[in-house]
């Protein structure tokens, strides 16, 4: 896992590229705790980071990690620091992501349908956002 730096460097790199792609961040929260703020997270990480690389950016749009209840509850948290700081707009989540299908059974991880529901009780009560269109599911081939 790179710091915060390298990744910063790495998105706006792209940015500045021109591309026409849109960048999803599928990404956890770093650690971050469930509160308000711009705290510190895991790994020299903190929530204006996270908050930096899922929406922050111009061409950044959030598909989080949602692997237990925790991770959306932080991202509400992370959302409302989205309407308090930088661009001052909600985040607009297009998804949720799991990883159940890629873990021998029995999964102690959220399914996509547990995640995606997650998601959307933890950001929608406010600010929030209601046009979730997502539920990805990873797996890999062994």
Same mark, same amino acid.
């Given at each position: 896992m790179s710091g915060?730096?390298?990744?910063?460097?790495? $998105? =706006? *790199?792209?940015?500045?590229?021109?591309?026409?792609?849109?960048?999803?961040?599928?990404? *956890?929260?770093?650690?971050?705790?469930?509160?308000?703020? =711009?705290n510190a997270c895991? =790994?020299?990480?903190h929530t204006d980071d +996270?908050?930096?690389?899922?929406?922050?950016?111009?061409?950044?749009?959030p598909l989080?990690?949602?692997?237990?209840? $925790?991770?959306?509850? +932080?991202w509400y948290y992370i959302d409302v620091y989205a309407t308090n700081h930088g661009n =001052?707009?909600?985040?607009?989540? +297009?998804?949720?992501?799991?990883?159940c299908a890629a873990v021998t059974p029995p999964c102690t991880q959220n399914t996509p349908d547990q995640a995606w529901s997650q998601l959307y009780d933890a950001v929608n009560p406010t600010p929030g956002d209601t046009n979730i269109q997502w539920s990805i599911n990873f797996t890999w081939d062994t």
């Open positions: 915060p730096g390298h990744a910063r460097t790495w $998105l =706006n *790199g792209f940015i500045a590229a021109g591309t026409s792609y849109n960048v999803f961040d599928f990404a *956890g929260n770093a650690g971050c705790p469930a509160q308000t703020g =711009n895991s =790994n020299g990480w +996270v908050w930096y690389m899922a929406w922050g950016s111009s061409d950044s749009n989080p990690e949602i692997y237990q209840q $925790l991770n959306a509850t +932080v =001052n707009t909600a985040m607009n989540f +297009v998804g949720s992501t799991s990883e």
